[in-house]
T-cell receptor, first 115, second 115 residues
């Protein structure tokens, strides 16, 4: 049972336009959400996050929106740049007891920004 | 500041063998988590260690085990390797286990291939 879903395996966007990456989740116990970016042959790097008590968080060109009632979040990149081409993972956090928090990841969306 | 270091970067084994992977977290980080990434499956949580104690374990068979040393370095071991164990194994560390305090920092992974 996949608790975090990224239904689009890939996305192509023209340079300068907006990229929108989507993520859906099923577990209402998730209380914190993160986006990671991964280049080939490198580990994921943290991009932006949002708490479940907020509906928007912005950091430069990156904005994450959370719709708790729909259990949906999205990452907006404006304007998109060729260097943004990477695989983007959505992750959700929940407390799993004994002081431990577990991240559940989606399968990722490969973003290609075309110059 | 050095990042998360994983060794080796690449490893080739045959079915039935065992393997040990190593992870050196960022200095001062006490929480270490391990993930398995296979094509099309995203990152699957293996286990999390904090102060030498395993506090959480994902849904993997007992062939997958790990430990953490007093200097926070961690190892994971896979015994009786199967073809399906071929994957990228990622280690992540953080100061605090709570993602809202500090997101996890990932290493570049160990690519394990089983022949």
């Amino acid at each position: 049972d996949q608790q975090v879903k990224q239904n689009s395996p890939s996305l192509s966007v023209q340079e300068g336009r907006i990229s929108i990456l989507n993520c859906d989740y099923t577990n209402s116990m998730f209380d914190y959400f993160l986006w990671y970016k991964k280049y080939p042959a490198e580990g994921p790097t943290f991009l932006i996050s949002i708490s479940s008590i907020k509906d928007k968080n912005e950091d430069g060109r990156f904005t994450v929106f959370l719709n708790k009632s729909a259990k949906h979040l999205s990452l907006h990149i404006v304007p998109s740049q060729p260097g943004d081409s990477a695989v983007y993972f959505c992750a959700a956090s929940t407390y799993s007891g004994a002081g431990s928090y577990q991240l559940t990841f989606g399968k990722g969306t490969k973003l290609s920004v075309i110059p | 500041k050095a990042g998360v270091t994983q060794t080796p970067r690449y490893l080739i084994k045959t079915r039935g063998q065992q393997v040990t992977l190593s992870c050196s977290p960022i200095s001062g980080h006490r929480s270490v988590s391990w993930y398995q990434q296979t094509p099309g499956q995203g990152l699957q949580f293996l286990f999390e260690y904090f102060s030498e104690t395993q506090r959480n374990k994902g849904n993997f068979p007992g062939r997958f085990s790990g430990r953490q040393f007093s200097n926070s370095r961690s190892e994971m071991n896979v015994s009786t390797l199967e073809l399906g164990d071929s994957a990228l194994y990622l280690c992540a560390s953080s100061l605090s286990p709570q993602p809202s305090n500090q997101p996890q920092h990932f290493g570049d992974g160990t690519r394990l291939s089983i022949l």
